[in-house]
């Protein structure tokens, strides 16, 4: 294969606000892929993908950071056909808050577009998840996390179902 990222990130002084911006581009020959359909791998004799990635963040205040992350993605095989399960277009929002030292809470929202299946189209979708943690000492931190938030129905890969509204919690022990 070969390929090249070219990009540019930009940073305010004190941290508080960034911008990247990157296109990529590679050329595979040969590329080795599973594939459902055929019950295994298969050779795909080439691939040529590009695009553009954007990502930004923004904290207006010292306890709140926004972030946003979006990337164009144009991948065809030798015959020009978009490859399967690779969506053109994906994207990211996050607020997360920061409060005091101890305790940190996400929320993320996926979005993941419209993508070419062997057997159809797998529907454009978002999911919402939240994340949470506080941390009692340096080397004790509770966490729990909410996936699909909001009980979204949706399928990563055509025909196979994904779980519903569906939670963690833990301790992490450093030592």
């Known amino acids: 294969s070969t390929g090249f990222d070219l990009g540019v990130d930009f940073a305010s002084d004190d941290g508080s606000k960034s911008l990247s911006v990157t296109y990529f581009n590679q050329d595979i020959e040969d590329q080795i892929n599973f594939s459902f359909a055929v019950g295994g791998y298969e050779n795909i004799a080439s691939v040529d993908s590009q695009g553009v990635e954007i990502s930004g963040s923004i ?8 972030g946003a992350d979006y990337t164009f993605m144009d991948v065809e095989d030798q015959d020009g056909a978009q490859l399967v399960r690779l969506p053109r277009n994906t994207a990211n929002l996050s607020a997360t808050l920061t409060p005091n030292e101890a305790i940190s809470a996400t929320i993320f929202a996926r979005y993941n577009g419209s993508e070419e299946d062997r057997r159809g189209v797998v529907d454009d979708w978002v999911r919402v998840d939240l994340s949470a943690q506080y941390r009692f000492s340096q080397s004790i931190e509770a966490f729990a996390r909410v996936e699909n938030l909001l009980d979204a129905d949706y399928q990563q890969i055509l ?3 994904t779980p519903g509204i569906s939670g963690s919690i833990g301790v992490r ?3």
Do not use: E, I, M, Q
Request: charged letters at 5%; aromatic letters at 14%; a positive charge.
């Open 159 to 161: 025909g196979y179902g």
């Open 173 to 175: 022990l450093r030592l």
């Open 59 to 66: 904290a207006p205040v010292s306890w709140l950071t926004l």
